[in-house]
T-cell receptor, first 113, second 111 residues
């Protein structure tokens, strides 16, 4: 059974600071997704990481994937209030098994002025 | 292009009542999914479909049934609602190998 663990689950940051959210998973997979969810809203896709060593950046967020360590990181640079949200990582097996995703519990990020 | 839509947005049921949640997508995606989201537990997969006329069980299928009679629609049914089914339900669709696109969610309360 695939298990996905995120840490921390709660993160309170000051604006301008840097921090990293970690996503560990238990079985081999080379597909990892990061989503953002604002309170009361749906999930918005941030990054799709499909191979070992993949790194993607969008604005102040950068995601990376190490399939050998079964670890993905979401790095936040110089945080701003607008980044306050819950961030989920999700891991999936190969496409032949219906592309099912297993989600982590989510990291609730609060960026304080 | 509306993407993924869900009907209804909110619903309150009494224990034992039944209802159907409708998910529709206009992106011609093959795969569709139903998840539930509970506080502190992330999203858990209920059922999914890899094409018209197909369905399969996910992680938490008990108490739910699904149908995919048309490619663009995926229905989630609760035959006899229980308070444990109080949750927010999300539908998603995708075309492999790309990411899943999520609907706005349905907030269901069972009293």
């Amino acid at each position: 059974e695939l298990k996905v663990e995120q840490n921390p689950l709660f993160l309170s940051m000051q604006e301008g600071k840097n921090y990293t959210i970690y996503c560990n998973y238990s079985t081999t997979s080379d597909r990892l997704y990061w989503y953002r969810q604002d309170p009361g809203k749906s999930l918005e896709s941030l990054f799709v990481l499909l191979s070992n060593g993949a790194v993607k950046q969008e604005g102040r967020l950068m995601a990376s994937l190490d399939t050998k360590a079964r670890l993905s990181t979401l790095h936040i640079t110089a945080a701003v209030h607008d980044l306050s949200a819950t961030y989920f990582c999700a891991v999936g097996p190969q496409e032949t098994s219906g592309s099912r995703l297993t989600f982590g519990e989510g990291t609730q990020l609060t960026v304080n002025p | 292009n509306a993407g993924v839509t869900q009907t209804p947005k909110f619903r309150v049921l009494k224990t034992g009542q039944s209802m159907t949640l409708l998910c529709a997508q206009d992106m011609n995606h093959e795969y569709m999914y139903w998840y539930r989201q509970d506080p502190g537990m992330g999203l858990r997969l209920i059922h999914y479909s890899v094409g018209e006329g197909t369905t399969a069980k996910g992680e938490v299928p008990d108490g739910y049934n699904v149908s995919r009679l048309k490619k663009q629609n995926f229905l989630l049914g609760l035959e006899s609602a229980a308070p444990s089914q109080t949750s927010v339900y999300f539908c998603a669709s995708k075309d492999p190998p790309y990411e899943q696109y999520f609907g706005p969610g349905t907030r269901l309360t069972v009293t």
